[in-house]
């Protein structure tokens, strides 16, 4: 391997390089490829944390030796070709390793218009009632005839000019102060933290000159998977800007259960708090530098996570929320300074999590019941928010339930063979033909198909099951006499690209295996709507109107989700989409601190049901693993639809399948 | 006395049995009690040459017949006792004399002993109202029907068995919180912080089993040159030991000034804050390992300094105190936890900085005045602590007034040529003979001398002038005929050691320049006593009682500090040493939190005179400038002395140089 051109290698040692970036590093004989991949700063995603369970972390062996523990993720076919799995596969040698290089994440649409369709929930004086106000001071400098200490002359000019009686101040203001006051000749900028008592503030900044034409906060969703922070003018509550990025602890694993076995690994909590702190810097940075807006300058955070989320942002033990009786340290985490936790605002900015109700329905559930205002409305709502896992709230003004179903990955693209992120080369929508069950899609970025996102399968499924390609248990009928039906290698599957129409050369494919991941997912969440109606003594019927949140809740199709027992079978008038709920919760909070007493509010009134205890749960399930229920007479426009479809097929071709 | 079984005395002889040693001689009726040691090979010392001056050479007549000369030495009661002075005391008959053995350095002494002593100044129910209570819980474990979070759960707890209403709470607590629950089977000691209010606390630690039979706070004196920490049980409030170090910032500077100079070089002021940190941090380990108390079992700590002490132990921006209009960043610091600092306790533990004045009149004082309780006093009193600056108070419970005299160092043995820091080496008292002009002194740690501390200064100064060294000016009188006065390299001098008696083999010299720099600090200091009686129409005769406090007040001999003119001419018993009054303010309020606000009212009470504004002070302190004074009439004991020494020396020898 002397054609690398690197300096002479020690004993034992391999050269490692990692193709596109050009990368290189030295390594010990038997360091594993990911770590070697991560000393060289070369990104490889570990979904499941490093453990060969997801086969995410594939990487290409262009040339060298390696050693492969087996798994189940790669063919012999791939291993021919080179693959391997980084987190599976140790060097022996010099290689060269390609890595594909991260996908990006696309930008959320544009956040202005979100944050215009923002309807505060109740009647609040916010534009008058800021958490933070900045006042402008310019301030007798000191004599002896009056040498009165900094801060009591600070003090002192704020009640004075401001009539603000008390104000509290901690170290790190102190620390600065004498440099702040002098630089422009004693005229400051200070910003006041309120807490609901006009009189009584605390002095988290004190800038030099006249800063009060801005004011500044952030409000920010932290996703299992997508962190969003928007930023805020304070002074006009508009949202100027937003961006979006992977968590960076994307890498320590997909779910929330794979970050906590993370965090419990020597400084893995550390780790996990440090990556997803990172992610929101750097965002920070962009939007600072989009918008020039110095991060100083930024004096207040919103926070809104699951509950996991808000733990391993605030660096608290998680390991408990994953053992029965599933127990969180705290539902109200303590206001924390900016400094605590290494995001590069204001060091003395507030950031506010939002409260959570328990384990596995947190703060980003409690922010979207406040953002949609179910809480004050008369009508039997339930909201749903689906992601890895779909936590659902049922009730109205009156009261509020709130359960948590285990849906698993699925419908995130994960834990299906040719499952990926909604991303460009996403296969997002699908369409069978009922006769020739040949299959039509949309991609997106309309580029040639890599492998299908949520939407997608979801999509999929109900058109498979429609079309008569699979039965109502979610069997793939070999008997169709189409090649898009086969028995491979991994069962028996349905073919939705050729290999000659994909990105990457490979058939995209649907396996009974996959069908029945995602019919598993759908009757956890069916199954958890279920439950939450019956525990209150109603039935699905009474339910007057489905909000539905969350990043996949905007790729939903109303249509198939009923039509494979998704959502329950209701006009679709009384589904409406809200969002990222999480996120416009934060907002919310941030640009009204009474919303944060309104939280707490909302989480106290949230009963938790855990499903795992609930008698009725499994019943529920069961039922619900059917397309798209064992109960027809629930579904009956999906009864309808099938006995059409019969019928129609019966006249063209004289057979049906359904 | 046959019965002291002696051979058979003369006629006229008496026959003196000495102790403890047990050493017998037979003398002349009539013989000088102090020639009779001497001839038994008693020691007894006589600093002042045997001219009934010093007082040192005091003994215990425990039986038989003296007669002695009256002295100022001497109470009635000591009298009655059987004290006698050697140099002034002639024997009648047999006797038996109590000589106490030549003095070892005594140690300063135990703190408990001056914990013990200390009388809180106001009512305080101090033993039933700690600032911080531990309490011990026994939680019951989460269930699925209980999946209370763990801080609740705790909450609730502390609720109902200790009526704890509200718990705040920080982020660090939290962190470690569902560790320390199940460490030991959901049994904790939670240790609360209370602010007055018995319904809120703020938890700062929790433990694992049962640690609430201890409670540890520590009251830390920062002083410019020493630190001393005391740790003290908060459940006795006894001070169980203490431990003393320099402060590590003396590498930066002597004085407060170098150290703010330091302080704005680069990162100076991070490396001062460093140093004490490290100095505490070093005191609290040796505490800790001979105490066996864990530090982060250590909750609360109170500091009291100076201005400039406390502004670099905190890290805040000195530079304005040194600079007119000697403003401080602030003179209420804000409470701080231990963590932001370094220091190495429960990083939840709160420090106390106690307030201060003005730059000048810091929290050291302001806890002088507390631990002194001269703000409850009818008295007029006049407090002082002399150091590198010499704080003066002058008050009573109805006014305080105060000021800072820039001594100088020079009774730190700074600024003198031979001057040193009081230990082990140093000479901290001299006498000189009146009439051979020689020397005696005592050196701390029965040394070889290496130079001279403050109070052997003082002493010198005193001795050199009632002795007619020097002149009432200061000039060293050339013409006495004695190898000890000469003109050396840096002017005339005195000898006051031969090189061959030291430890480095130097002469020990007091150099007219010296002794100048010594008039200097004893003019600015008593400059400011007068400056601050005259500015409310007094005095000083006034004055009722004089409080002198701080490491050197220790050794300062009263009536040789009156005979230089440092102190004012008063009877001797309406002068006290109240010891280290910062470090026993410090403990007076970790004991009882009450006191926080007394040293805020304190601290807003005391009235700061800027000397250097006040148009009196260079004309007293001009006036000041003399040995003792220019206007003797407000030293008449010294007048006295002066002329007793005259018509001693006259009877004597002849002649007077006084």
């Known amino acids: 391997m002397s054609d690398l051109g690197v300096k002479a290698k020690r004993d034992g040692q391999c050269i490692i390089v990692f193709k596109p970036s050009g990368k290189i590093i030295e390594v010990e004989q038997g360091t594993l490829l990911l770590d070697a991949a991560r000393r060289a700063g070369v990104e490889v995603i570990t979904p499941c944390g490093g453990f060969g369970r997801c086969g995410r972390c594939k990487v290409q062996v262009e040339m060298g030796e390696v050693a492969r523990r087996q798994s189940a993720h790669l063919t012999q076919a791939e291993i021919d070709k080179g693959s391997a799995l980084a987190c599976m596969t140790v060097v022996k040698g010099d290689a060269i390793v390609y890595v594909e290089p991260k996908e990006k994440v696309k930008l959320a649409p544009p956040l202005e218009t979100a944050a215009e369709k923002i309807a505060l929930p109740i009647a609040c004086e916010w534009q008058r009632n800021p958490r933070i106000r900045k006042y402008y001071l310019e301030v007798e400098p000191p004599t002896l005839a009056d040498a009165t200490n900094d801060l009591d002359r600070l003090r ?129 940075i962009e939007l600072g530098g989009r918008n020039r807006v110095k991060l100083p300058e930024i004096n207040e955070m919103v926070v809104a996570g699951n509950t996991t989320m808000t733990h391993l942002f605030l660096g608290i033990n998680a390991k408990y929320i994953r053992e029965e009786p599933y127990v969180p340290v705290t539902t109200h985490p303590p206001v924390v300074r900016a400094a605590e936790l290494g995001v590069r605002i204001n060091h003395e900015a507030g950031v506010y999590a939002f409260p959570s109700v328990g384990s596995y329905v947190g703060g980003d559930i409690v922010a979207g019941v406040l953002s949609s205002a179910m809480f004050q409305t008369d009508k039997l709502t339930l909201f749903i928010d689906v992601g890895t896992n779909g936590e659902i709230v049922l009730g109205s003004a009156d009261w509020l339930m709130t359960c948590a179903c285990s849906a698993g990955p699925a419908f995130e693209g994960a834990g299906v063979r040719d499952g990926m992120r909604a991303i460009p080369g996403a296969i997002e929508e699908i369409w069978i033909n009922t006769e020739s069950f040949e299959p039509t899609y949309r991609v997106m970025g309309n580029l040639p198909p890599q492998g299908i996102c949520g939407s997608g399968l979801l999509s999929a499924l109900a058109e498979l099951f429609v079309s008569g390609v699979i039965d109502k248990g979610g069997r793939i009928r070999r008997e169709l006499g189409t090649p898009r039906v086969r028995v491979g290698e991994h069962g028996a599957e349905y073919v939705v690209a050729w290999a000659s129409e994909t990105q990457d050369e490979h058939d995209i494919v649907l396996t009974e295996a996959d069908i029945n991941n995602l019919i598993r997912a759908k009757a956890a969440i069916y199954a958890g709507f279920s439950v939450l109606v019956n525990s209150v003594g109603l039935t699905m019927a009474d339910v007057e109107q489905i909000y539905i949140a969350g990043g996949f809740g905007r790729h939903i199709n109303i249509e198939k989700a009923i039509q494979i027992g998704l959502l329950p079978d209701m006009p679709w008038d009384r589904f409406k989409y809200l969002g990222n709920t999480s996120a416009l919760g934060a907002y919310t909070a941030l640009v009204c601190q009474d919303m944060r007493s309104v939280a707490d509010e909302i989480a106290a009134k949230m009963t938790y049901l855990e499903l795992s205890a609930d008698n009725s749960f499994m019943n529920e399930y069961t039922s619900a693993l059917f397309l798209p229920h064992t109960d027809m007479t629930a579904f009956p426009t999906v009864a309808d639809l099938l006995e059409n479809t019969r019928e129609k097929l019966v006249l063209t071709r004289g057979s049906s399948v359904v």
């Not at 900028?189 to 952030?218: C, H, K, M, N, P």
């Not at 928007?230 to 509550?237: A, G, N, R």
């Not at 997909?254 to 909590?269: A, M, W």
């Open 156 to 284: 002192r000019e704020l009640k004075l000019q401001h009539g603000v009686e008390k104000v509290s101040v901690s170290l790190p203001v102190v620390k600065n102060l004498a440099t702040a006051l002098r630089q422009d000749g004693w005229k400051v900028t200070t910003a006041l933290e309120y807490d609901g008592d006009d009189q009584q503030a605390r002095l988290i900044g004190v800038l030099s000159g006249d800063r009060s034409s801005t004011s500044w906060g952030v409000a920010v969703d932290i996703g299992t998977t997508t962190v969003v922070v928007y930023l805020v003018d304070l002074l006009t509550s508009k949202v100027v800007d937003a961006a979006t990025a992977y968590n960076g602890q994307i890498n320590a694993g997909d779910d929330v259960i794979s970050r906590i076995i993370y965090s419990q690994r020597g400084d893995g909590l550390a780790q996990l708090q440090g990556m997803v702190v990172k992610t929101i810097n750097d965002l920070l």
